[in-house]
């Protein structure tokens, strides 16, 4: 059965020349399977800020079709309002009409929180800035924020968001598609309507997978855990067996109603684009 979806597909901006010669690559590469926007990271408190200026820049002007549409990463944490209201002039400027905005992690040693505290605030001063000029993209917690004080109140922080003035929304990613489920049901009963996209990892270390899951709040389920661990290391078979166990996530997640997908491509082709031939097959 094929499988008919909207795809959106996530780079961080490359330290070096090479880096960025590399992302280039994979973008022409994924850029085949028409992606709706291309999305590029920012760093806590904005330290690549100028790599994801010259990233986004130049995905919006590469391609024979006259580029692709970019979708910058914008965190508000560390920031003032004026430089925020630079940098959205600056996108302004350039055309660019879809934002990913984001409360963001202060640099480690910092402890000025910047006048924007919250995403909520960061959108709505977007919004007044703005107006609609901006497609507004926020993030979502299916398996709840790591900070979040309860499932509760990390419900209510996301629709703060959408109240705010939020288009849609991405999440983290995850590998129970349950947690997606029930999340969309917690939202809908609050009222909130806006498409929740679901964030989509490719799985091409269990290693790297296991310690930035850790990091960041994202569940392995035991038996993923157990079967990778019981790979060592035959990175042959992780890849093989995580492109089955992402394929049939992404699977349940369309059947169930996700509005489309959104793949963190780590700046890695070959994965995201096998995972969306399966899918389209």
Request: a negative charge; zero cysteines.
């Given at each position: 059965m094929s499988l008919d979806f909207e795809l959106s597909i996530e780079f961080f901006p490359p330290q070096t020349a090479e880096g960025m010669d590399k992302l280039r690559a994979a973008r022409d590469k994924l850029a085949v399977l028409n992606p709706t926007f291309f999305s590029v990271t920012y760093g806590a408190g904005g330290s690549t800020q100028e790599r994801t200026f010259e990233a986004v820049f130049d995905t919006q002007t590469a391609g024979i079709?006259?580029?692709y549409e970019a979708a910058p990463h914008l965190s508000c944490v560390g920031s003032s309002r004026d430089s925020i209201r630079a940098i959205l002039q600056r996108y302004q400027e350039r055309g660019i009409r879809r934002i990913v905005a984001l409360r963001g992690d202060l640099p480690s040693g910092t402890g000025d929180p910047g006048e924007l505290r919250y995403a909520n605030e960061l959108v709505?001063?977007?919004?007044?800035?703005?107006?609609?000029?901006?497609?507004?993209?926020v993030a979502a917690y299916p398996e709840w924020h790591p900070q979040a004080r309860s499932p509760r109140e990390d419900l209510l922080a996301f629709k703060r968001k959408v109240d705010a003035g939020a288009d849609s929304a991405i999440t983290q990613y995850f590998f129970n598609a349950d947690a997606y489920e029930h999340f969309t049901d917690e939202c809908q009963a609050l009222g909130i309507t806006t498409p929740i996209v679901p964030g989509i990892m490719p799985i091409a270390s269990f290693s790297k997978l296991a310690r930035f899951s850790d990091a960041c709040g994202a569940e392995i389920p035991r038996w993923m855990r157990k079967k990778f661990e019981g790979f060592g290391d035959d990175t042959d078979s992780v890849k093989a067996f995580g492109l089955d166990v992402v394929t049939e996530l992404c699977e349940r997640l369309l059947k169930a109603g996700a509005p489309g997908l959104h793949f963190y491509s780590m700046n890695q082709a070959e994965l995201t684009a096998e995972i969306v031939r399966r899918l389209r097959a």
């Open positions: 079709a006259g580029g709505a001063f977007i919004r007044a800035e703005t107006g609609d000029h901006f497609h507004i993209e």
